[in-house]
């Protein structure tokens, strides 16, 4: 069997949906002949912590080696789980972060987590590395790497790193740096993968020494044990129920949604009253307080965080899904990852977004109901034509084919795939 070497801050016990991509292909790649080895973050305060992945990962049977730093999450391990703060608030201490950090906070995990790759790798045979970003100082260091081994190196973007939505440049000169560490550290790998077409333009686009095929499309997806083992929750009786399930950050926004519903709730009361809007994750305490100046109370039911295992359990309880990226600086590239749990549902999808890589991602799935994000009236009219199609029982279901590629356990095979090639001669 192959050996891999995973590096990935993110990863259980901690929660939330950039641990998911990790895990599962960690989960899978056994099947393909490859043995992973992960080094990952010791104990951290995070907003979440997820029972359901530990237990996951638990049962996986492999060698996960945690590595503690002076970041600011290892400084509030002792809170575990911590309050996620306000919109407002996280803006502020990112913007702080981002002046003060290149490339991010994790800055000092990653020192030390490559010290230990260094250590690994002269006493043991690896055939490939694997790095997950962000965050991307855990890749910054990969030159350092390339110097002392010649393993074959797989960068895997889940967001962009230069220029990304996050990015905030207080000064030319951080902006700079950012672009350098970024070049540096592409020259050094092998293969770079990504989540979308959006990523793979960007990439190209700003570092025209990569070509085409050294960039590879490894989009997210979903677990079909997960869909198969966890039972649906029971559903309310005659009610139409829109879930949204996941946080709210600057890019995304449940403001213009429950505008939308409010103005049907007042224009066709007898519709709205037939209609539950489901919150399954963090609804956040400026949206709790708008529900309630919209007087939307008896409509909204927010369930709050919970376990990936209920969070599945939930979403297929669900009629219809719902999400929502607004129409922001850069914003073409972010795809959640939670629309492709949403695909694993097979439910149909209200996808509030601009062009780019989320909208793409929808009308290729085929059961979506496409708005625009700021739009109330658009999102309004949406809603009454999903009304009008579960009324009728005639909601769209997704093909068959299309789900398949988006299996954990293909996506995985794929992944190996590339493993495979960058092979070094025996």
């Known amino acids: 069997m192959f050996k891999v070497l995973v590096i990935a801050y993110y990863f259980p016990p901690m929660g939330?949906?950039?641990?998911?991509?990790?895990?599962?292909?960690?989960?899978?790649?056994?099947?393909?002949?490859?043995?992973?080895?992960?080094?990952?973050?010791?104990?951290?305060?995070?907003f979440a912590h997820d029972v359901s992945l530990t237990k996951e990962l638990d049962d996986l049977n492999i060698q996960v080696i945690r590595i503690g730093g002076k970041e600011p999450n290892a400084m509030l391990a002792k809170f575990g789980t911590i309050k996620l703060p306000t919109e407002f608030i996280r803006k502020i201490l990112n913007r702080i972060s981002q002046t003060i950090f290149i490339p991010d906070n994790k800055i000092s995990w990653s020192k030390k987590a490559y010290k230990k790759v260094e250590?690994?790798?002269?006493?043991?045979?690896?055939?490939?590395?694997?790095?997950?970003?962000?965050?991307?100082?855990?890749?910054?260091?990969?030159?350092?790497?390339?110097?002392?081994?010649?393993?074959?190196?797989?960068?895997?973007?889940?967001?962009?790193w230069y220029e990304s939505y996050f990015s905030f440049y207080p000064t030319p000169v951080h902006k700079h740096l950012h672009k350098k560490e970024e070049y540096n550290a592409l020259k050094a790998v092998d293969r770079v993968l990504v989540t979308n077409r959006r990523i793979?333009?960007?990439?190209?686009?700003?570092?025209?020494?990569?070509?085409?095929?050294?960039?590879?499309?490894?989009?997210?997806?979903?677990?079909?044990?997960?869909?198969?083992?966890?039972?649906?929750?029971?559903?309310?009786k005659n009610k139409l129920v829109i879930m949204y399930s996941g946080i709210f950050m600057a890019y995304n926004t449940p403001k213009y949604f429950l505008k939308a519903f409010k103005d049907l709730s007042v224009e066709r009361p007898d519709i709205a009253v037939e209609i539950e809007l489901h919150f399954v994750g963090y609804l956040g305490k400026e949206n709790r307080k708008l529900v309630r100046k919209l007087n939307l109370q008896e409509f909204v039911k927010d369930f709050g965080y919970v376990n990936h295992d209920d969070s599945i359990a939930k979403i297929k309880s669900a009629d219809v899904l719902w999400f929502m990226v607004d129409r922001l600086k850069n914003i073409d590239a972010i795809l959640p990852g939670k629309v492709y749990e949403y695909v694993g549902a097979q439910k149909p999808v209200i996808a509030c977004v601009p062009d780019g890589a989320?909208?793409?991602?929808?009308e290729e799935y085929g059961a979506g109901f496409i708005c625009?994000?700021?739009?109330?009236?658009?999102?309004?009219?949406?809603?009454?034509?999903?009304?009008?199609?579960?009324?009728?029982?005639?909601?769209?279901?997704?093909?068959?084919?299309?789900?398949?590629k988006y299996r954990r356990d293909y996506l995985t095979e794929m992944l190996s795939k590339q493993f495979q090639q960058k092979l070094r001669p025996i």
């Open 16 to 46: 939330l949906s950039g641990v998911q991509r990790t895990l599962k292909f960690v989960k899978y790649l056994k099947n393909f002949n490859w043995q992973p080895t992960v080094i990952t973050t010791g104990e951290v305060g995070y």
């Open 119 to 160: 250590e690994i790798i002269l006493n043991e045979h690896f055939d490939a590395i694997f790095i997950t970003c962000p965050p991307f100082s855990a890749f910054s260091y990969v030159s350092q790497i390339r110097k002392k081994s010649d393993i074959p190196i797989f960068v895997d973007y889940r967001d962009l």
């Open 200 to 236: 793979k333009e960007k990439l190209l686009k700003d570092f025209p020494f990569l070509s085409f095929d050294d960039i590879v499309i490894l989009s997210h997806g979903f677990d079909p044990e997960d869909f198969e083992r966890i039972p649906a929750n029971p559903k309310p």
């Open 358 to 362: 989320a909208k793409m991602a929808v």
């Open 372 to 404: 625009e994000p700021d739009n109330i009236s658009d999102i309004k009219q949406t809603l009454l034509t999903v009304y009008e199609l579960y009324k009728k029982n005639q909601l769209p279901k997704p093909e068959e084919t299309i789900l398949e």
